[in-house]
């Protein structure tokens, strides 16, 4: 077996932004996380009874615009701020 080699930590000099396939990825996750509460949402409206149906249902009807807005806020935000290194000497030469 191989050794596995710990990760290495990459620090981003630039202010590019990340990868669209990256950036799609995670837009897709959380729009499959909030349709799939909504689907919790609406088999809970179906076996529940009682003021906590009428709750389940509003989540499960509202619950589609909220995941079609968080997934398609992607990209506008612009460039990302670009990470500044600073030298500290422990000592000043005189």
Do not use: H
Request: hydrophobic share 45%.
């Amino acid at each position: 077996m191989r050794d596995k080699k710990p990760e290495e930590i990459v620090y981003s000099i630039s202010g590019a932004r990340t990868a669209l396939s990256d950036d799609q990825r995670l837009r897709q996750r959380k729009y499959m996380i909030s349709m799939s509460l909504r689907v919790v949402c609406f088999a809970g409206a179906i076996f529940t009874d009682g003021p906590l149906r009428w709750a389940l249902l509003a989540g499960s009807v509202i619950l589609p615009w909220f995941a079609v807005v968080v997934a398609n806020a992607g990209r506008e935000g612009g460039r990302k701020a670009a990470v500044t290194a600073t030298y500290q000497s422990g000592r000043e030469l005189k």
